[in-house]
T-cell receptor, first 113, second 112 residues
C-alpha cells in the first residue's frame, strides 16, 4: 500500500524555536509538496520539490524553508516559529506529470505558543 | 491565474438524500481536475479525477463528477448519502507544471 508518512502528528513549540517537520514517501515519486491547511482557506502551497535538492516556492513560502537530500524525504523547516504558524501541515507526493494525483500524509498539527 | 472556488462552506443533507457539491475553476488550458475527501484528523484521499474523455467520471464510494467546460465547473454528486460520508471535500485543479490548486473546501454534515 502506498504511503506518505509524517513523523509527528502533534507538536507544541514555543515562539522562536526551530521546528522540523519530516515527511517520507515510499512510492518513488519525483514530486513532494508541503501544504498548510487553515479553516476557510483550504490548502495553500508552501514549497514543492520536483527532484532531489530542487525546490520551488509556493504561494506562502515566507517564514519557511525546505530540504530534500534524498528522493523519499522532504523536510519543512520553520527557522523561528511564530504564533501565526500554528496550523495543520500536510505533506504530499506525486508522479512527475500533473496526471499523477497527490498522495497525502495524515498531517502534522503544530501549535506555537 | 489558476483558482478554484467552492461556493458552499457547509452543507447538511439527510441520510439517503442526494448530494451535489459545487466547484468552479479558473484555468487557461485544459485542466486536470480532482476531488479529495478529508475525514476528521486525517489527510486527504482522492475520490476521483478527470483528465480527458468522458466528462462524467466515476470515483470511489459511489461518487461521480461531471466536467462542464462551458461553465468551468466540476461538480461532485452522490445519489444517496450515507452517514459515513460526513467529511470535508476539496476540489483541486492540476496544471502542467506539477502544481495543484485547491478550493477552500465544503464541510458535509449528514443528518440521521
Amino acid at each position: 500500500d502506498v504511503k506518505v508518512t509524517q513523523s509527528s502528528r502533534y507538536l507544541v513549540k514555543r515562539t522562536g524555536e526551530k521546528v522540523f517537520l519530516e515527511c517520507v514517501q515510499d512510492m518513488d515519486h519525483e514530486n513532494m509538496f508541503w501544504y498548510r491547511q487553515d479553516p476557510g482557506l483550504g490548502l495553500r502551497l508552501i514549497y514543492f520539490s520536483y527532484d532531489v535538492k530542487m525546490k520551488e516556492k509556493g504561494d506562502i513560502p515566507e517564514g519557511y524553508s525546505v530540504s530534500r537530500e534524498k528522493k523519499e524525504r522532504f523536510s519543512l523547516i520553520l527557522e523561528s516559529a511564530s504564533t501565526n504558524q500554528t496550523s495543520m501541515y500536510l505533506c504530499a507526493s506525486s508522479m512527475t506529470s500533473a496526471r499523477g494525483e497527490l498522495f497525502f500524509g495524515e498531517g502534522s498539527r503544530l501549535t506555537v505558543l | 491565474a489558476q483558482s478554484v472556488t467552492q461556493p458552499d462552506i457547509h452543507i447538511t443533507v439527510s441520510e439517503g438524500a442526494s448530494l451535489e457539491l459545487r466547484c468552479n475553476y479558473s484555468y487557461g488550458a485544459t485542466p486536470y481536475l480532482f476531488w479529495y475527501v478529508q475525514s476528521p484528523g486525517q489527510g486527504l484521499q482522492l475520490l476521483l479525477k478527470y483528465f480527458s474523455g468522458d466528462t462524467l467520471v466515476q470515483g470511489i464510494k459511489g461518487f461521480e463528477a461531471e466536467f462542464k467546460r462551458s461553465q468551468s465547473s466540476f461538480n461532485l454528486r452522490k445519489p444517496s448519502v450515507h452517514w459515513s460520508d460526513a467529511a470535508e471535500y476539496f476540489c483541486a485543479v492540476g496544471d502542467n507544471f506539477n502544481k495543484f490548486y485547491f478550493g477552500s473546501g465544503t464541510k458535509l454534515n449528514v443528518k440521521p
